[in-house]
């Protein structure tokens, strides 16, 4: 199976920064995407950004212009660059992969917690 570890969360003030990474255990193949989602206390799970394969980008707007995803398919890897935090940014953060079967299959990280509070 895929192994993803994540890496890169903390404490921050609000305003601050923080970079994630996660690195997958292999190379991806075929049309796939990895992203970010994150999860709140009392909140459902929602999707935060994820790329493609190809480079298509999806944002949730709440962190539009803030978040940038990028990869790095020879490391296996995928970045979060989290600026301008929020109070409202605090969750678990969990990297995912998503291939593009059917129904699809998607494989998850532990997480790593992000903290915005002054």
């Known amino acids: 199976q895929l192994q993803l570890v994540e890496s890169g969360g903390g404490s921050v003030l609000p305003g601050g920064s923080l970079r994630l990474s996660c690195a997958a255990s292999g190379t991806l193949f075929g049309l796939n995407a990895m992203g970010w989602y994150r999860q709140a206390p009392g909140k459902q799970r929602e999707l935060v950004a994820t790329?493609?394969?190809?480079?298509?980008?999806n944002y949730a707007d709440s962190v539009k212009g803030r978040f940038t995803i990028s990869r790095d398919n020879a490391k296996n890897t995928v970045y979060l660059q989290m600026n301008s935090l929020k109070p409202e940014d605090t969750a678990v953060y969990c990297c995912?992969?998503?291939?593009?079967?059917?129904?699809?299959?998607?494989?998850w990280g532990r997480g790593t917690q992000v903290t915005v509070s002054s």
């Open positions: 995912n992969v998503h291939y593009y079967d059917t129904p699809g299959r998607d494989y």
């Open positions: 790329i493609t394969n190809g480079g298509n980008l």
